[in-house]
Structure formats: C-alpha cells, structure tokens
Antibody, heavy 118, light 107 residues
Framework: EVQLVESGGGLVKPGGSLRLSCAAS????????MNWVRQAPGKGLEWVSS????????YYADSVKGRFTISRDNAKNSLYLQMNSLRAEDTAVYYC???????????WGQGTLVTVSS | AIRMTQSPSSFSASTGDRVTITCRAS??????LAWYQQKPGKAPKLLIY???TLQSGVPSRFSGSGSGTDFTLTISCLQSEDFATYYC?????????FGGGTKVEIK
C-alpha cells in the first residue's frame, strides 16, 4: 500500500525557517517524481514544487522561488521541503504528492500544517 | 503560467442528479488535465487523468471529457459521498496550476 506521511509542520515566526519531510513507503520511491502542494485555510490548492526521480529536474512556483528548496533522499525514501524567509501568506497545509507515470498526482499524504505568525 | 478557471464555484444538487463542472485553460493543454475530489479535512483524491481516463477504483458514474482548452467533469448520478470540492489541474507545463475549485453542496 502506498503511503506518504508528512511531518515537520508547526508554528513559526515571520522570517523563520522550517523543514518539512515526507516519508514514502509501499512503492519504489526512487522511480517517481514527487511534488509539494499547499492549501491555505479555506482556500484552493496551490502547487509549490516538483522534483524528478533522480533530482535532475526541479521546479518551483514563483511565490516560493528563492525561499524554498525541495530535495529528496532516495536511500531514505524521503522527500523534503526547506522553507526559509517564511511569510504569513505561506500559512497552509502542505501535502506531498506522488507524480504518476502519466504526470497526474495519484497519491497524497495527509498533510502537515504550517502556521506563520508572530 | 496557464490559468485554470472552473465554473461554477459552487452549487447545490440532490442525490441522483446529473452534474457537470467546467474547467477552462487559458491556453491549449492538449489532454494534460486531471480532476481531483477533496472532502473537508482530507487530502485530494485523483479521479480522472488525461482528461478522460478514470483512475483505478473510481466509480464509473464519474467521467471526464474535453481537450485543448475546455474540459468537463460529469457525475452521472450524484451520491451522498460525492458532496465535496472538485479541482481541475493542468500538467501540460510548469508551473502546474489548479482551478479554483467547485464545491458541490446538498440541496
């Protein structure tokens, strides 16, 4: 069974940093591109970042470019999102999502809440 | 960035109704479109990919159509468990973008 479990969320002050993790199991992690998608309270879905299976290709939304860094450790079956210079507008539930071979997002974690507030 | 526009943003329907949600892309995306269902407090769930291909395990009352810029999600006979918010997403290019969502409420 495919499982994605996010962790690392919490309350952080504006300007602070946080590192999210996503632990994957039930599939060959190293064969799939992975994504982070966020959802602000009461709002819609916003794609944040993608990383290819071997980390060769990385993409970011303009809203996080230069502040967030996506990475992965295939030996540990883990995906990460390093978030720096956090702003109030980064407050959201952050989901990791597996990108299927057809490029849609076929499995999602349960999400981890990041709250940026003083 | 490709803008995805869904309509309506919300509506009320009754169980047994046939409902259609529309998604329009600001430029052509071929069939690189997915539909997701999200219930309150839960992660999104993939329903349809490649505009019209049903994800494994998704009931056949869900169907998708369209290509280019105009797409539809149809639920042929609304069930109680279908009351949720639906999102379209393009994966034709980066940045990946989602529609604003369509909330289907009980009439």
């Amino acid at each position: 069974e495919v499982q994605l479990v996010e962790s690392g969320g919490g309350l952080v002050k504006p300007g602070g940093s946080l590192r999210l993790s996503c632990a994957a199991s039930g599939f060959t992690f190293s064969s799939y591109s992975m994504n982070w998608v966020r959802q602000a309270p009461g709002k819609g879905l916003e794609w944040v970042s993608s990383i290819s299976s071997s980390s060769s290709y990385i993409y970011y939304a303009d809203s996080v470019k230069g502040r967030f860094t996506i990475s992965r450790d295939n030996a540990k079956n883990s995906l990460y999102l390093q978030m720096n210079s956090l702003r109030a507008e980064d407050t959201a539930v952050y989901y990791c999502a597996r990108e299927s071979v057809t490029q849609s997002f076929d499995y999602w974690g349960q999400g981890t809440l990041v709250t940026v507030s003083s | 960035a490709i803008r995805m526009t869904q309509s309506p943003s919300s509506f009320s329907a009754s169980t047994g109704d046939r409902v259609t949600i529309t998604c329009r892309a600001s430029q052509g995306i071929s069939s690189y479109l997915a539909w997701y269902q999200q219930k309150p407090g839960k992660a999104p769930k993939l329903l349809i990919y490649a505009a019209s291909t049903l994800q494994s395990g998704v009931p056949s009352r869900f169907s998708g159509s369209g290509s280019g810029t105009d797409f539809t999600l149809t639920i042929s006979c609304l069930q109680s468990e279908d009351f949720a918010t639906y999102y379209c997403q393009q994966y034709y290019s980066y940045p990946r973008t989602f529609g604003g969502g369509t909330k289907v409420e009980i009439k």
